[in-house]
């Protein structure tokens, strides 16, 4: 991989794609994205609660923290993804939020359009918020 953000729609997809292609390629242990916390900081930011939104994926698994309202939201999404399923939900007592990890038997097209399904429609964040891809 040569680039690790983008910041749009489209790009996103693409890094994502790129990411889980060289996750694979690496057998890396997993994959994180991290939605740029400049996000935090704008009138039109995601939920601080649980700090700068991310999603991680492993053996086909995408995990992400969220909120009860995210998860909510997270769970009218999957109505759309009907080969992603959640797996587990884990709601440590000294955690304010849910781990949530959802199995995803797709090829990297799909698991991409689903991430940016998730910061758009889960985590509410705006269409030119800023990915990173933190560990590969």
């Known amino acids: ?43 039109d930011a995601p939920d601080p609660d649980l700090g700068v939104p991310w999603i991680q994926f492993a053996d086909g698994v995408v995990s992400l923290d969220c909120t ?36 995803a038997k797709a090829d990297p097209n799909r698991i991409a359009q689903f991430c940016e399904h998730v910061l758009r429609a889960v985590f509410e964040c705006p269409e030119d918020a800023t990915i990173w891809i933190a560990a590969v």
């Open 68 to 103: 009860d309202d995210e998860l909510e939201r997270l769970k009218t999404l999957l109505n759309e993804y009907p080969a992603f399923k959640i797996d587990e939900l884990t709601r440590p007592e000294d955690a304010d939020g849910t781990n949530v990890r959802v199995s």
């Open 1 to 43: 991989m040569t680039r690790f953000s983008a910041a749009d729609p489209q790009e996103r997809r693409r890094l994502i794609v790129d990411a889980i292609v060289a996750h694979r390629e690496r057998a890396s242990p997993f994959l994180t994205i991290e939605v740029d916390e400049a996000v935090l900081e704008r009138e």
